[in-house]
């Protein structure tokens, strides 16, 4: 049996340009972090070697892979080349939808495990790209680079993506204390409210493409580089700064990326001692997270009234492995 274990992602700057209808003209730039969240992928060889056996919220038993439903299996086995006689289990910390990047980390896990089923032994660049290929190119999603390779990588990193679309990865070298001063300032909150992020990002897709070189977009590149140099440099109140930046652009582009009873949490948020706010992912749901250095616990206070649910969370280093192999 192989089980993978692979991290969830959190956006910190930058989202949005590492989309194709972005970067294929301009390059994009983003800095995000893997997070204690995660999800497995079992994998086993199953005593019916005529058939695959894949559960997740359902149970799919089929003859030919061809066939299954589940469209990120169907395809991860057509490229690794395993036709029959396999069973794949899945489990999460956190229900799908809900902006911390759950298709990209499970389709990398999933192949993760695979290729060690396989006795293969790839890199998190090959598997992160692999995965990239799997829901742009194969399955068509409007969907781009950050949440594959997030979930690969682990850590928190800034990633280059060429017009071309070859992503440079880069460390940032923050120490023991910032790191848990990070940790300590970003308050994570489910708004209750799941949704498409393909929907989402559809209508971000087609924002850009009409308006060509959109000067929206460009300034969340530029926050997105402006996140990694505060974040590199240990200072913490201009990356929640950004983040509030970042958010106010990102909304404009697209009606979807916000509604109403976001628009009024964030404002509670600020009101109660707040630096920044976003929601987390493609927008119009999921997590909203917060900035705040001083004064958390009454932060805490004003969203429990709210009716929203605080998740503690680390950052996680280690990226996509296999914690189980025999």
């Known amino acids: 049996m192989i089980i993978s274990r692979t991290p969830f992602r959190l956006s910190l700057g930058g989202g949005g340009t590492d989309l194709p209808s972005y970067y294929k003209t ?25 058939s695959i056996r894949v559960s997740y919220s359902t149970t799919e038993i089929v003859r030919d892979p061809s ?27 956190a229900p799908a939808s809900t902006g911390l990047g759950s298709s990209g980390s499970f389709c990398v896990g999933l192949l993760r495990a695979l290729h060690a089923y396989l006795r293969e032994e790839k890199t998190s660049q090959f598997v992160a790209e692999e995965a990239c290929n799997i829901s742009m190119n194969r399955l068509k999603e409007p969907s781009g680079k950050q949440d594959e390779y997030v979930a690969a990588f682990g850590g928190i990193r800034a990633y280059t993506v060429d017009t071309d679309g070859e992503v440079k990865v880069e460390s940032l070298p923050l120490s023991t204390h910032i790191l848990a001063e990070l940790e300590a300032n970003i ?19 087609t924002a850009i493409e009409k308006e060509g070189a959109d000067t929206k977009m460009d300034k969340i590149k530029n926050i997105g580089l402006k996140s990694r140099d505060a974040l590199a440099s240990g200072d913490l109140t201009k990356f929640g700064e950004l983040l509030d930046d970042h958010w106010k652009v990102k909304r404009g582009i697209v009606s979807a990326m916000s509604n109403d009873r ?5 404002r509670v948020a600020k009101e109660n001692g707040a630096i920044g706010a976003k929601v987390v992912g493609s927008g119009g749901g999921g997590f909203l997270m917060l900035y705040c250095e001083n004064g958390r616990a009454s932060l805490r206070k004003a969203m429990a009234k709210q009716g929203l649910v605080e998740h503690r969370f680390r950052f996680d280093f280690d990226g996509s492995k296999v914690i189980y192999n025999v």
């Open 67 to 93: 066939t299954l439903k589940h469209p990120l299996v169907r395809e991860a086995l057509d490229v690794v080349g395993i036709r029959r006689g396999i069973e794949i289990v899945s489990v999460a910390d």
């Open 26 to 50: 301009h390059g994009g730039f983003f800095v995000s972090g893997a997070v204690d969240k995660y999800i497995h992928v079992a994998v086993n060889p199953r005593f019916d070697e005529d």
């Open 262 to 266: 976001i628009d009024g949490w964030y």
């Open 187 to 205: 308050l994570m909150y489910f708004t209750g409210i799941t949704r498409s992020s393909s929907s989402v990002l559809s209508k971000q897709n």
